[in-house]
């Protein structure tokens, strides 16, 4: 079968826990991607005169997640190529942008976690003059999801690491049945001081290495080590066996970033479909 009339490997998760909701869409060959679709957590914008009725009723709000319409730090479309993604941590938004584009995925993500409970934050928190006596009276629009008062935050750990299952999750079933495909994957990344090697087995026997030589606790937003955390996380729910190691580097920012753009290519050339090998398990055991 030729290669271009091979079915799109393409895959829509929703990862719903406790302490975060998200929403992925991916395509590994790029392409035209749906916007993502309304759910419970992430209801539609509401009407202008609804939203601003809210905002005077209430200073706390569940953190805004832009509109798939808006530009932001994290989005990117090209002829070959549509990106948008909205994790909160704006680090990770970074990373997963220079993820998807050099791995020639199409990605739609958004994720709104990392809360300590389901319970919101008493309304007199909203205030500076909290009642003198008496519970506090829960506003009538705080009964649609988008309205309601945030609830208190953990820190960067579950958002990063549920937002690498559900995308590894999505990488998974997208790629199907492991046939016909070149397997293994490695790539070599500079980033100016920087350098990064990564090497992918899509062996379907989850297992993952990293070494990164961080020097700071964070970069940004995002704890250095939710990088190592994060990627053994994508490593496990996808199935692969991931080995990145970061060779040299000074600054955080560009060794993670390396690492990120290292796994990317590395990907990519696993993923490659080689032609006539079309529905052939690279695999002395025949089977992955």
Known sequence: MPLTSLPARTAFIERNTKETKIQVSLSLDGGALDLLPSSTHFPSAPSSSTSSLAH?????SLPH?????DETHASQTSPSQQIWIWTGIGFLDHMLHALAKHAGWSLRLRSRGDLASELPVPLHLASRHPPTKGPPIPHPLHSHPANRPPTLPVDDHHTTEDTLLALGSA??????ARTGLARFGTAYAPLDEALARAVVDLSNRPFFVGVFGFQTEKIGALSTQMVHHGLQSW?????VTLHVDVLRGENDHHRAESAFKALAGAVREACRRVEGREGEVVSTKGVL
């Open 235 to 239: 490593s496990q729910a996808a199935g």
């Open 56 to 60: 005077a009723a209430s200073p706390l």
């Open 171 to 176: 990488f998974s079933t997208a790629l199907g």
């Open 65 to 69: 997640i832009p509109e798939q319409t």
